[in-house]
């Protein structure tokens, strides 16, 4: 049985690379991703799992890292926004100009991009049942819809 | 070679998508302290005692300090809020005392162990309340408080500001009136909710210079607050502004600036962060004006409309901030866009025990077109008019005066062809009410919309442009990037002027105070207009520059030189030329002898031609410019439980001139949805003693994709003969007609007036039994 | 940030499990069990939920997953919301939790977390209330069988240190009918005003229901009375006699409002319901 009391050493595998931390039991994943290692693309935006903007993938799933404690973490394989380079949806977001402040852009983009890997033939009802997850407040969402759609195109090859 | 009018990708995309931009609050270094603030848990309570023995005792604590250490009021227009509460707390939610510590939790630890003993006072949950004689008064020393001539408090009550419009003969305009409307409106404060939460750092250097950093649109108002409010040399001030996750006006102003230099002054100036929690970025700071209306609209029995009375009743919440400049924005267009030869109207900024309004989309605009697009659509069912038809009637045009008598301009844009155009987009004639089989109705409403800048009559803006050695050129200007994409647009601009590829135009991204040229604010939507001209005079100034030294190398007057395409060259013998590269940062002849120097250009603006108002009657021309357009809402809805949803959103605006329509139709859509979301589902709940309920996301609703609606977006040009290639502002605009469409399709899918907001279907569906 | 400090425990099997909560009891210490952590970690953020220990479920395989055998299916109590939808043998299932939350939440919320929370609604257990589940519950001294329908009133009862293990459905009821509806205050992102659950089978028609009451509930005097009474009307008029509490009024909803959209969305149900044969 693993167990935790006070201030300990975790190992996090994050985008592919063993990470270690000093952390509490009580620290977030998000609190440990930002402030231990430097990982900020993923935002606090609410701390309550409502907004979306700390999305991280988790084995591929994504997850509100504010309500996830950091040790739960452990012995899976975490993703933030730094993991993906140049990956369809990304590249949709800009050519579709999906975000304006850009706040809530690394979290759509982990929830979009596992949404792609998943269900890659996501349909409208698909795509909303996995983006209602995250606010935007800048956009009407038509842009975000839009470049889901594009990379949907851009991933098969179209 | 063009690049205006064309949808050029913003300049900071892919670090956006790559989550590489940094926010103010993704930066952190070891050497920060943290602070955390403790807040009211009563609406309107003495304080009795603070006992800060035990927090001051914990580990990591360096300062705690409470309201009686820092005998300051702030207050952009009227001083009436201290930093921390002092005797008093006047809204649930205020700052009662502030703590610094080595770590966030250690603050935060410490905030939990201040006690604060409290006597609660009568609580004031409405502006109506207020208004009653025997209300209990929010603030005694109303009379003490610094403000400036605009404003007019009225100490004695809760009034912080009246504007008064009285144009025409509003009796003899009733007496011309065959069909007379009345009616009362309202909706409650609500917030912003950007998504990054307002964020500043403060250090006092050695030399007793200030360094802030802040989540803030308004970096230069900020600085010049600074000296206001502490008496410190503005030189000594820097204020830098980053990225911003979203504004909405929520960022302009003071916000947690002049509060955390105060934290850093009391840890012997050592760097301070101040991070806002998503429950205090929607209580403890100010968020979106409430508002109590009456209107009284007259018309001919052919539609013309006579006459307007209106009482606007703002709250603005515990303390003043921009409330009071909100309400006398809605006063000076409290008509709407429409031809009123008569109109009355006393517009009051009500202080109520309410979380505190600052400037929101719209400003002032968004909350007085709810009234008037609601009350053209009940004027029209008296009249059995078409409500398209009424605004088509009474669509303001140059040569048309407004609520201040000051003359629409050649540069007024053309209202009538948005309204028809919006009305072929939303298929008006094909029905605006129709029950399908299922027994749902689909229903349309219309709501028009302009704005204004509300701002000083010397707003001002500016640019400097330098060189790099390839040729390229570097756009400096003190407008912030927020989102609206203000960036990308000014470097669209300078690469037209000098008719090169826009690649070649680097944008310094991030503002500061010390380094950039002086701007206003990032507000009002005057960025691109005025940022926009301050960039044109630049380049122009860059130009003579080339030009000046070229004329010397090429052996000609500098008339005859023209500067495009990344050369200067003789006009009519292009052939004779150099690369601008070789000019810009001085020539240097084969010899080695070097001239000219490097080009700097400079570029400035100032409003035109701009008054304050009248004080009895309001009489001025407050408005650089008026932006124009017509919105209309399809939604379907459940007559059995009033559920319903939002099938399409319409705008046609003019916008004078098209710089980026990628960007531009982004401004619109996301102004749309935010009001479609505020009419629909937003609005702060208060229990009986103030408190209020729906202080985080779970309960505290935002549209989010599921719920959007189709898009319908278009432009009419009519140019702005002062704007940039014709161009003026249209980031807010969107906004405003959206919540009049919206209760207006609902109130006419259902026939029953809906004349409150937000419009849940539990609140549409108690009115439409109340009614029978 | 949450500002208490606790310590974090990740047992590998039940007895572990039981034997932690039990020692930690024994020292004094406030132990709470923990699967998805969503209402946990909001609640101890906002201070409303204090503890000393987390025990937290997860890694103890035989909570994970679902299995059939021949008197049924098992759902482990660790299958997070959207592994449930997923699961297809009881679509049923899927639709009612698929209205929880949000979609990315529901990778975490798991059936054990949102029927044991807090929180007054529990939807997850509307499905198994109809389906007459059995509900797995261990503690120190073992696991045991229970009928949900007997377990449940108001909460599930479980004794100090005791913990869901997962719920068997007997394969009968894949093939009854089912339908639900769900409503709203505004956004569909949001706890239920009222979601009414229900499934038609050879003993005739079925009820659950969360968001009405302060909690959710399945009524076998309701049901008696629907499948007794033909007209709707008579139903509806009648039907507040047999819901156990008094329905509900907070922010979300006034009770007038929330009685209104119950007696839509039951007439609606029975209509149906007439329908099928």
């Not at chain 2, 993704?26 to 807040?39: C, E, Q, V």
């Not at chain 2, 949805?673 to 309960?699: C, H, I, P, T, W």
Request: with cysteine; charged share 25%.
């Amino acid at each position: 049985m693993k167990s935790y009391k006070g201030y300990t050493q975790l190992v996090l595998r994050i985008n592919g690379q063993m990470r270690k931390a000093v952390v509490s039991p009580n620290d977030t994943l998000l609190y440990v991703l930002r402030e231990k290692l430097g990982l900020t693309g993923a935002k606090p935006g609410c701390e309550n799992g409502d907004c979306g903007a700390c999305t991280v993938l988790m084995d591929g799933k994504p997850v509100k890292s504010c309500i996830i404690l950091a040790v739960e973490a452990e012995g899976h394989e975490i993703t933030t926004i730094e993991g993906l380079k140049d990956t369809p949806i990304q590249r949709a977001f800009v050519e579709e100009s999906a975000f304006q402040c850009g706040y809530c852009t690394p979290g759509f983009i982990m929830n979009a991009h596992a949404m792609l890997n998943t269900v890659p033939d996501a349909d409208d009802h698909t795509i909303k049942e996995w983006l209602s997850s995250n606010i935007c407040r800048c956009t009407g969402y038509e842009e975000i819809k839009r470049a889901v759609a594009k990379a949907q195109k851009i991933a098969g090859g179209v | 070679m063009g690049s205006i009018g064309i949808s050029v990708v913003r300049r900071e995309a892919k670090d956006k998508v790559e989550g590489r931009l940094k926010y103010l609050n993704d930066y952190s270094s070891p050497d920060l302290l943290y602070g955390a603030i403790k807040t009211s848990t009563f609406a309107h309570a003495r304080i009795k005692s603070i006992d800060i023995s035990e927090a001051i005792k914990m580990p990591g604590v360096r300062a705690v300090l409470t309201g009686k250490d820092l005998p300051y009021r702030f207050g952009i227009y009227l001083g009436d809020k201290p930093p921390l509460a002092i005797d008093k707390v006047r809204y649930f939610g205020e700052p009662v005392a502030a703590v610094v510590a080595d770590s966030q939790r250690e603050a935060d630890d410490a905030v939990e162990a201040i006690k604060v003993e409290y006597e609660p006072l009568e609580v004031i949950n409405s502006p109506t309340e207020a208004l009653a004689e025997s209300a209990v008064l929010i603030h005694e020393e109303m009379d003490q408080y610094a403000h400036i001539d605009a404003i007019k408090p009225e100490p004695g009550t809760n009034i912080a500001n009246r504007t008064k419009i009285r144009k025409g003969d509003i009796k003899e305009g009733f007496e011309k009136s065959d069909v007379i409307i009345e009616e009362t409106f309202s909706f409650p404060p609500s917030d912003h909710v950007a998504m990054e939460t307002r964020a500043a750092v403060a250090e006092i250097l050695g030399d007793g210079r200030i360094v802030i950093h802040s989540t803030t649109q308004a970096p230069f108002v900020v600085k010049n607050l600074m000296g206001a409010y502490f008496g410190v040399d503005p030189g000594k001030v820097t204020v830098i502004s980053h990225a911003i996750g979203g504004g909405y006006g929520g960022k302009a102003g003071m916000q947690l600036e002049g509060l955390v230099y105060l934290l850093s002054k009391a840890v012997e100036g050592r760097k301070v962060k101040l991070v806002n929690t998503r429950d205090q970025d929607m209580i403890t700071s100010p968020g979106h004006i409430g508002l109590e209306a009456k209107i009284r609209l007259g018309a001919t029995k052919e539609g013309e409309l006579m006459a307007a009375e209106i009482l606007f009743m703002f709250d603005s919440g515990a303390y003043a901030d921009y409330a009071v400049n909100i309400s006398r924005a809605a006063a000076i267009g409290c008509t709407g866009p429409y031809r009123i030869p008569n109109v009355w109207c006393d517009s009051l900024c009500v202080y109520t025990n309410h979380p505190f309004a600052t400037a929101y989309r719209g400003f002032g605009h968004i909350e007085l077109a709810f009234v008037i697009e609601r009350a053209m659509d009940i004027l029209a069912d008296k009249l059995h008019m078409d409500p398209v038809e009424l605004r088509l009637k009474n669509a303001i045009a140059k040569g048309d005066t407004t609520p201040t008598q000051s003359v629409m301009d050649s540069n007024t844009g053309d209202l009538k062809a948005c309204i028809r155009r919006t009305a072929e987009m939303i298929g008006w004639n094909e029905g605006t009410r129709i029950i399908a089989e299922d027994g749902k109705i689909r229903a349309k409403g219309f709501g028009c919309l302009w704005k204004a800048p509300a701002m000083p009559t010397n707003t001002d803006a500016g640019a400097i442009i330098t060189f790099n050695e390839d040729g390229s050129i570097n756009v400096h200007c003190g407008v912030v990037e927020i989102g609206q994409g203000i960036k990308t647009a000014f470097a669209q601009i300078a690469a037209e002027k000098f008719g090169i590829d826009v690649d070649q135009v680097h944008v310094i991204m991030d503002v500061n105070t010390s380094t950039s040229p002086h701007d206003w604010a990032t507000a009002a939507s005057r960025g691109l207009m005025m940022g926009g001209r301050a960039i044109l005079s630049a380049c122009e100034d860059a130009i003579a520059q080339i030009k000046h030294t070229a004329a010397q190398v090429l052996k000609c007057p500098e008339e005859d030189l023209h500067v495009w395409g990344g050369r200067v060259f003789v006009k009519d013998e292009e052939h004779i030329g150099l690369p601008v590269k070789d000019v810009a940062l001085g020539y240097v002849y084969p010899d080695g002898n070097a001239i000219g120097g490097q080009v700097i250009g400079r570029g400035k603006y100032i409003s035109r031609r701009l008054t304050g108002i009248d004080p009895d009657t309001g009489k001025g021309n407050p408005a650089l410019e008026w932006t124009l357009g017509a919105e209309a809402v399809e939604v379907e809805v459940d007559p059995k439980d009033c559920s319903y949803r939002i099938l399409k959103a319409a705008c046609t605006m003019d916008v004078g001139k098209l710089i980026n329509p990628t960007m531009a139709r982004g401004q619109i859509m996301g102004g749309m949805a935010m009001a479609l979301s505020f009419s629909k589902q937003e609005g702060f709940e208060f229990n009986d003693r103030g408190q209020v309920l729906n202080r985080d996301l779970r309960s505290y609703k935002t549209l989010r994709i599921g719920d959007a609606p189709e898009y319908l977006v278009d432009f009419v040009e009519t140019p702005q003969g002062d704007g940039p290639y014709g161009a003026r502002g249209l980031g807010e605009q969107g906004v405003i007609g959206i919540p009049g469409a919206l209760a207006n399709a609902l109130s006419r899918a259902l026939g029953v007036p809906y004349n409150h907001l937000p419009l849940t279907p539990e609140s549409l569906w108690k009115k439409r039994r109340d009614n029978g | 940030m949450i500002s208490f400090d606790f310590e974090y425990y990740r047992p590998d099997d039940i007895k572990e499990a039981a034997e932690v909560y039990a020692q930690l009891q024994k020292d004094g210490k406030n132990p709470l069990y923990f699967s998805g952590g969503t209402e946990v970690i909001t609640m101890a953020r906002k201070g409303t939920l204090k503890f000393d220990a987390l025990i937290d479920l997860k890694n103890i395989k035989e909570m994970n997953g679902y299995r059939e055998d021949e008197d049924g299916i098992y759902f482990g109590a660790n299958m997070t919301l959207n592994e449930a939808a997923e699961a297809k043998v009881f679509p049923f299932i899927g639709e009612v939790v698929r209205t929880i939350g949000d979609h990315t939440i529901r990778n975490r919320i798991t059936l054990g977390g949102n029927i044991c929370g807090r929180l007054p609604y529990r939807e997850a257990l509307l499905p198994f209330l109809l389906y007459d589940a059995q509900v797995y519950i261990a503690g120190i001294n073992g696991k045991k069988a229970l009928p949900l329908n007997e377990a449940f009133n108001k909460r599930l009862s479980l004794s100090a240190g005791e913990f869901v293990v997962g719920f068997k459905v007997a394969g009968k009821f894949k093939n009854s009918k089912y339908q639900s509806i769900r409503k709203v205050r505004t956004s569909e992102i949001d706890y239920p005003l009222l979601h009414i659950a229900s499934i038609k089978d050879e003993e005739g028609i079925k009820i659950a229901v969360s968001g009405l009451c302060a909690f959710p509930f399945r009524s076998y005097e309701l049901e008696k009375y629907v499948n007794g009474t033909p007209n709707t009307v008579e139903i509806i008029n009648n039907v507040y006699r047999f819901i156990p509490a008094s329905v509900k009024e907070d922010n979300l909803a006034t009770a007038e409002y929330r009685k209104a959209l119950f007696e839509m969305s039951l007439e609606k149900i029975l209509e149906k319901w007439g329908e099928v044969k």
